[in-house]
Structures are given as C-alpha cells and as structure tokens.
C-alpha cells in the first residue's frame, strides 16, 4: 500500500524539464527556479508590451473618477497622473532589480528578507488579493462579454433574469461568465515566456476601443463636455495632491512588488528600463484622460448620465439608439477590446504572478499553471457580484491593501539594495535548513515582522474611517494618512529596516552566486563549512533549526 501511494505522489508532483539540474522540494520547482537563459525571451519590446497591457485597462480608464471627486480638475488630474505614473516606473526599476538580475521572481525574493520559512507571509498576502481581484475582474470580463455578444445578439442584453434577486447575478452575465472563463482557461496554457504576441494584440485591440469610444462621444458631443472643464477646490490642494499620487502608485503597487515574476524573464538586465519608465507613465496617463474626456462628452450625449466604467456605458450607447444595426457592429467591436483587456490584465496580474505565489507555498505539487487553476476557483467561488453589489465595506478594505503592500515594498527594496548590496547567495534561497544565509532564527527573521507591524498600522484607523463612512475632525488626520498610505509605508519601512539592519546586521555574503540552468556555478563559499552538497538546488529538503 505505501509503494502506491509512493507512486501516486510522485505522479501527482510538478513536471519537470528533461535532463532538469534540479528536483522538486519544499522550495524548489521549475517555476522557482532562476530562469535559464533559454527560457529568458523578454527583450525591450516586450516589456513595452507588458507595460502597455498594465496601464492600459478598466482600472486606468476610471482612475481620472476617483481624481476628480477628490477635488482635483482635469488639468491638476492630467498632471498628477503624469507624475504618479513615472514613480510607478521608477519603483517598477528598482523593484524588479533581483528578477532582471538574478532572474528569480518576488515567491523567491521575499525569502531573502523573511527567511525562508518567514517568506511565507508575504506571499500569503499576495495570494489572497491576488484571488479576490481576479474574482472581480473576471466578473467584469464576464459583463463586458455580456454587452459584446449582446450587440450581435440583442435577446442576450435584454433576457429575462431566471436568478433570484438575492443572488445579485443576472443570467445574461452569468452566460457572459461561462463564455469568459472559456477563453480565460486555455490562455493559463500559455507559458509565461510565450507571451509577447498577445499581449500586443490584446494592446491593440483595448486601444482601438479607446479612442473608437473617444472618437463618437466628442464628435457627438460637439467637444470633451462640461464635466472636463468643470472647476472643483479641493479643501486642502497638498492632500490632494498627495492622494492622487498615491491612488496611481497604490493602484499598481501590488504589481510593482512583484515585478521580479517577469523581469526575471529578460534577455538582458537592462530589457525591461526603457519601457518601465516610458510605457508606464504614458499608458496609465492617456488611458485615464481618455476615459475623462470620454466620459464628459458621453455625459451630454447621453443626457446628464456619468459612466465611468465603458463597459456600462457601451450598453447605454447600444440603449439610447435604440440597437440600430451600425451602433451594435460598434458596440461589438469596441467590446472586444475591453474583453480583451479583461483577459490580458487577469493573466498578467492575477494568473501568472498568484500562481507562481501559489506555487512558493508547495513547489512539490503546484507550479504556475496549477496554481493559476486554484486562483480561478477561489476567485469564483468568492462571488464577486456579491462582493460588488453588497460588500461596499469589503472593496474599500480590499482597495486600501495598500496599506500593505507599501511596507512590503519598501522592506524589499531597503533589503536588496540597502542590506545585500544588490549580491545574492542564489543556491542558499532553495535550502530550507541551518546551512542557508537566509534561514536566520528558525527559518524566520524577525526584522521585516517588526518594521512591517510599525508601518503599517497608522494607516489602519483611516481605512476603518473610510470603509465604515466616519467624518469629522476625529477621523480627519487618520484619513489623511489613510489616502497616503502606500507612500507612506513605503517611505518609512525603508528607512526603518535600513536603520534596524544597522543597528542588529545580518552580515553580507561574501560574494555573489550565479545561477545558469540550474545549476549554481560559484565556488565553494566560506559559511558552509565545506558542505558544497548542501548549496545545490536539489539538496537537502528536511529543515533543520538552528
């Protein structure tokens, strides 16, 4: 008996490459390992692709929304957005150094911060917003397939709802669920290396429906509408200001932290710059002021109604013309756009980068791909369109995971360029006992716990003001720190980890490992005593305390 079910656990373990230098552990698999040369297939334009397909989606769209109620004009929104964009390639930069460099993704990075057993952590967060998010984008990819295939078949936009009202899910979206998922599914097929085309035609796609959608509603409108020009005074400019900094940053701020799943894909460390610090501030910046001037000039169009999600209001277009003919071949064109984006964004964000997280928390049995399929259940079985029509509270609170992620980013960030010097012990990432440099007290190192708990509190009072609704000069200083609280995080957990390894020092490799198909290449290092076994990828799996 304990022969079979010795095979079938071997049968269940991840694929492994012909002739692999490695084996699959508690730490290792082929998803986690440095990326070999072969496999690293991302070179400048393919990054703009990436970054194209990033900025330039529903979340950039209806950002100018946010902007603007906070008091900002369209003008002071256009600059703003500029400015959020560029740091947002900037930390992209510097965040997705060890990937670019060393080829290893943020699963593997946060091990040399939170030590090996301690980098669980991190990924557990990342794991959980990763699967929520999707459920909501693969809700809205289900609407916008809803309203696409709606145009060339009008009975699907106007079916009669079989579904009780309670379920707060129509059955015309329900179809539009199945159908997205249809497609979402074998895109998961596709290996992260292979994935350039699409995401150029994804970008073309997305942007023909952008500027098809601008195009109609200023030449209809006769001008971008009253709601571009309209003047608003924020009650204090300077808050303002800084919010709207940290709405762009903290929009992409979970994918700034895990940059490294995708650099780690460059041909050369330099690949993925250029378009980091170009692509980014230019998609996110022309995506929301066309989704600002779309949406003011459709406001007159269609009477005094705002949408800012295009999706709605591409079933609102079909609605006011009555579904004559020309309006739905354009509603369904524009639409494909959208779904496609939806796709794009949800293999970028959510599939790739949870299922390697995934994958970090049991590389024996669970790679990228399995990883992306328990992502796709949990995100589903969350029902998002509960969440999105009952749960205001939950979305502030999931909106405001910022509050998290910047002390993580800055901890990471302090740790690899601060503390290691940019020089990393590859091997010793994959050795889950004593004998690894990043196995510290217990496979845990306190350091990050400590500064993380420090920075990320002050902006615990303001969510819990934001998402229950509190006003008054109570709350007001909370909210403030609240609206700034990426930047915050990030800003005070990097100095204070700098200050804390001053202060209680780790100690620095002595020199840098390098990793080539597999295989760690460096000379025997001084810590380990002579035990060379010990640093190979395949070695000892048991973890031994100190």
Known sequence: MSTRW?????????????????????????????????RRTFHIWSYLGYWTVSGSNLSAWSLGSTLL???????????????GGFLTGCLA?????????????????????????????????????????????????????RVTLGAIIPGLAHMRNTFSESSHLATNDFIGLVIWMCAFIPAILIKPEKLQIPFVVCFFLFCGSCFGILIWSVSTANGVGELFHQKKEASNMGWAFMFGITSVLGAWGSGTLGQSDWT???????????????????????????????????????????????????????????????????????????????????????????????????????????????????????????????????????????VFMGPLTGILLADYHIHWRRKLQLSDLYVGNKHSAYWYQHGFNWRPFIVFTLCMWPGLPGLVATANGYTGEKYENWIHI?????????????????????????????????????????????????????????????????
């Open 6 to 38: 010795a095979a079938v656990k071997h049968k269940l373990e991840c694929p492994k490459d012909e002739d692999a230098n490695y084996e699959n552990t508690t730490w290792c698999n082929r998803d986690l390992i440095p990326i070999p040369p072969d």
């Open 264 to 402: 780690r894909y460059a041909k050369t460390k330099h690949s993925p710059t250029l378009s980091q610090l170009i692509a980014t501030p230019l998609t996110i910046t022309v995506t929301a002021v066309i989704g600002i001037i779309a949406t003011s000039a459709s406001n007159r169009v269609l009477g005094g109604e705002i949408l800012w999600n295009p999706i709605y209001l591409l079933a609102a277009v079909q609605e006011h013309y009555h579904s004559s003919p020309g309006v739905r071949a354009a509603v369904f064109f524009a639409g494909i756009g959208i779904v496609a984006s939806q796709l794009s964004i949800s293999i970028v964000l959510n599939s790739m980068s949870t299922g390697m997280d995934l994958a970090g928390l049991w590389p024996k049995y669970i790679n990228i791909r399995r990883g992306s399929y328990i992502m796709m259940v949990v995100g589903i079985a969350t029902q998002p369109w509960q969440l999105l029509a009952t749960a205001s509270k939950f979305l502030t609170v999931l909106s405001g995971f910022g």
């Open 93 to 145: 930069v510097v965040a997705g150094w060890p990937g670019a460099k060393h080829n290893i993704g943020f699963t593997v990075s946060s091990r040399f911060s939170w030590g090996m057993r301690g980098s669980y952590f991190p990924v557990i967060i990342r794991c959980f917003t990763g699967c929520i998010w999707f459920g909501i984008q693969a809700f809205w990819g289900a609407q916008a397939t």
């Open 482 to 546: 609240y609206n700034i609280s990426f930047l915050l995080g990030l800003t005070t957990s990097f100095v204070l980890f700098t200050v804390v390894n001053y202060i209680c020092p780790v100690g620095v490799p002595a020199k840098e490992t390098l990793f080539l198909s597999g295989e760690a290449l460096d000379e025997e290092l001084p810590h380990m005593d002579g035990k060379k076994d010990q640093m190979k990828v395949d070695g000892d799996d048991k973890s031994e305390d100190d």
């Open 69 to 83: 109620a906070f008091g900002l004009s369209a003008a002071e929104a256009i600059g703003v957005l500029i400015l």
